[in-house]
């Protein structure tokens, strides 16, 4: 069974300062998600992650995946009061031959940026 | 126009009685899922299904039923709601293969009395 364990699973931090989301999952997985949801609203994807090694960036977000530690994050960069959000990593379950089922997703991490 | 639609956005229902949420997608995807968030819980697989002829369970599919009426249809249904089944439900499309984003619909907040 798959599980994808988040931390930490609650953040409050300054505009302006750096900090690290870590989701560790439990069985081999090359994919990894991460996704963003704004109070009421639906996910909206960040990243996918496909390898190991990879990383990806986008403005202040950056990702990376370490498959061997079966371990991504998430990391902020100077942080603006506009990501505050809740975080959800998630792992895709594959197979031999490629084939694959759906998402699981860790608790989520939720973020509050104060100015 | 969105791209992934879900119908009711909101709906209260009373225990025992049958309720279908649907879902449309204009994406051209093959895939499709279904998913419940609770408070503090992430989002749970409850069913998926990769064309119109194939449905799998996820990980949480008792209670629950779904149809593939088209490729651009998925609708998921409980026969006798109970209110635990109180949840915001999520469709989700792909592109086929892994590694693929998932596209999330708007969500159906269901209450269960």
């Known amino acids: 069974e798959l599980k994808v364990e988040q931390n930490p699973l609650f953040l409050s931090m300054q505009e302006g300062k750096n900090y690290t989301i870590y989701c560790n999952y439990s069985t081999t997985s090359d994919r990894l998600y991460w996704y963003r949801q704004d109070p009421g609203k639906s996910l909206e994807s960040l990243f996918v992650?496909?390898?190991?090694?990879a990383v990806k960036q986008e403005g202040r977000l950056m990702a990376s995946l370490d498959t061997k530690a079966r371990l991504s994050t998430l990391h902020i960069t100077a942080a603006v009061h506009d990501l505050s959000a809740t975080y959800f990593c998630a792992a895709e379950r594959t197979y031999s031959g490629g084939g694959a089922d759906g998402l699981t997703f860790g608790k989520g991490t939720h973020l509050i940026i104060q100015p | 126009d969105a791209d992934v639609t879900q119908t009711p956005r909101n709906r209260i229902t009373k225990t025992g009685k049958r309720i279908m949420l649907e879902c449309s997608q204009t994406?051209?995807?093959?895939?499709m899922y279904w998913y419940r968030q609770d408070p503090g819980l992430g989002l749970q697989l409850i069913y998926y299904s990769f064309d119109v002829k194939d449905i799998n369970k996820g990980e949480i599919s008792d209670g629950y039923s779904v149809s593939r009426q088209a490729q651009a249809k998925f609708s998921l249904s409980l026969e006798s709601a109970i209110p635990n089944q109180t949840a915001l439900y999520f469709c989700a499309t792909s592109d086929t293969g892994g590694g693929k984003t998932q596209y999330f619909g708007p969500g159906t907040r269901l209450l269960v009395l």
């Open positions: 992650l496909l390898s190991n090694g």
């Open positions: 994406k051209g995807h093959d895939r």
